[in-house]
């Protein structure tokens, strides 16, 4: 069995995968980075991990602690690289994309050999263009919606951090600032389709913990879909052991 996690900048979620294709998912679930400790419940549960294959944005402190809680097993790191799993990386240094990023193209591939645009909604928003060749062609990375609040509120000496609604006309200035949020995410969302949008079964695949946020904003052919990182990082880790 292969434990995949993807280390993000609030939670890491994890899932405990078979180690042979179909990669069937035997168990997952996320944690806060201040409670990462409890990986080692996991592997209590799954005496049978042997690795553990994963992507990390949150830096080298949440990196070690991951490793002394995967004391034992083979961890290894994804790197992004110019070409894997039938996704060809587009950008200008393929060694420097986002390695959740490139995780969740790989899953997305997989998930839907079509045109689409994969979108992740957490502490960042990142909105990549895959084409149904497999070519990643770029994207965008945003604020999220708490964020774009947040520096809002730090950066203004009027605007408060408040919660707000969402109206189309919003009257007050906390749904004046919620809604300029959700509006700015679904905005650039929609502009990227539009890329896209002539292409046989183009879709948005459309993740992450404030994907809800503004789902309904959006008029053009979504599903929403979790965890594509941890996906890719499955195929991923079935492609090496393939080697």
């Keep these: 069995m ?10 890491v979620k994890w899932r405990v995968v078979a180690a042979a294709e179909p990669l069937q998912a035997l168990d997952e679930g ?16 799954h005496p049978g991990l ?3 294959f994963g992507c990390n944005v949150a830096g080298a402190e949440v990196a070690a602690v991951i490793a002394r809680a995967c004391t ?8 992004p690289s110019a070409a894997c799993c039938g996704v060809r990386n587009l950008y200008e240094d393929p060694a420097r994309l986002g390695a959740d990023r490139w995780a969740a193209l790989i899953g997305a591939h997989r998930l839907h050999p079509h045109a689409c645009l994969v979108v992740s909604a957490g502490t ?12 990643f062609l770029g994207g965008l990375i945003l604020p999220g919606v708490e964020l774009m609040q947040q520096a809002l509120a730090h950066g203004t000496a009027q605007l ?11 009257r007050r200035t906390v749904d004046a600032i ?3 949020c959700l509006q700015a995410q679904a905005g650039a969302v929609e502009r990227m389709f539009r890329q896209i949008a002539g292409e046989p079964q183009a879709l948005c695949l459309l993740g992450g913990g404030a994907a809800d946020s ?13 965890n594509l990182a941890l996906s890719g990082l499955g195929a991923l880790a079935a492609a090496h052991d393939g080697h």
């Design 2 to 11: 292969i434990l995949l996690i993807d280390a993000g900048n609030t939670r």
């Design 72 to 79: 034992g097993l083979a961890l290894d790191w994804l790197r």
């Design 160 to 170: 408060p951090l408040a919660e707000g609604r969402f109206t189309p006309t919003p």
């Design 124 to 135: 960042a928003t990142t909105v990549d263009l895959l084409a149904a060749d497999g070519d």
């Design 50 to 52: 042997r690795r553990a």
């Design 178 to 180: 919620r809604s300029g």
């Design 30 to 45: 996320a944690l806060a980075r201040d409670r990462l400790a409890a990986l080692t419940a996991v592997r209590s549960r």
């Design 214 to 226: 503004f789902a309904g904003l959006l008029e053009i052919p979504l599903r929403r879909v979790d």
